[in-house]
């Protein structure tokens, strides 16, 4: 298979991964493009390899950087900027899970504390059931944290590499 082949197989298969995850498509394929390549992108080669407009690129760029995902560079005597990727993946890894974390976790978690401090009326049965509910999801998001944390602390963790090693 040749490279180019194997680079858009992949940039798609990401795409489509990304968009089940509720990241945009054309975002989680232009991050595949860019990890796909070592060098720096112009907007207009991003343009060109995945057929996208130009407001779609710039608008999925900018998140891209706001993500921390990739960076924008200057090369000299080129007025053209170019973007890159992180390419460590345990770094890519952390930024999605702390911008998930931010955009998804957080404000349910806010949620859930202000429903817990609020009085609610109703029918004693409802009313119990839906505490019930507040207290479990709070629990279960409060792990799910914790758990997040955990992971991004694993990549150097010996223990942790041993067990990888172990589960093989």
């Known amino acids: 298979m040749e490279l180019q082949e194997a680079q858009m ?3 798609q298969t990401w795409g489509s991964v990304g968009s089940s995850w509720g990241i945009p ?3 989680a394929q232009i991050h595949a493009l860019l990890l796909a390549n070592a060098d720096g992108l112009s907007t207009e080669e991003v343009m060109e390899e995945i057929k996208l407009s130009r407001g779609n690129v710039n608008i999925n760029l900018r998140e891209l ?3 921390g995902l990739i960076s924008k560079q200057n090369k000299l ?3 053209k ?3 890159k990727a992180e ?3 345990w770094s890519v890894a952390k ?3 702390e911008e998930r974390k931010k955009r998804e976790f957080v404000p349910i978690q806010n949620l ?3 429903l817990k401090a609020t009085k609610i009326v109703g029918p004693k049965a409802k009313v119990a059931h839906f505490k019930g509910l507040v207290e479990e999801l709070d629990a279960f998001l409060s792990q799910m944290d914790q758990l997040s944390e955990l992971l991004v602390k694993m990549k150097n963790n010996r223990f942790f590499n041993q067990f990888i090693k172990f589960l093989k």
Do not use: A, C, K, P
Request: hydrophobic content about 40%; proline content about 0%; charged content about 30%.
């Open 65 to 67: 950087i706001n993500w």
């Open 95 to 97: 930024r999605i899970i």
């Open 25 to 27: 498509r054309s975002m």
């Open 77 to 79: 005597g080129d007025r």
């Open 112 to 114: 859930l504390t202000e």
């Open 81 to 83: 900027e170019y973007f």
């Open 9 to 11: 197989q992949f940039i």
């Open 87 to 89: 390419h460590e993946i």
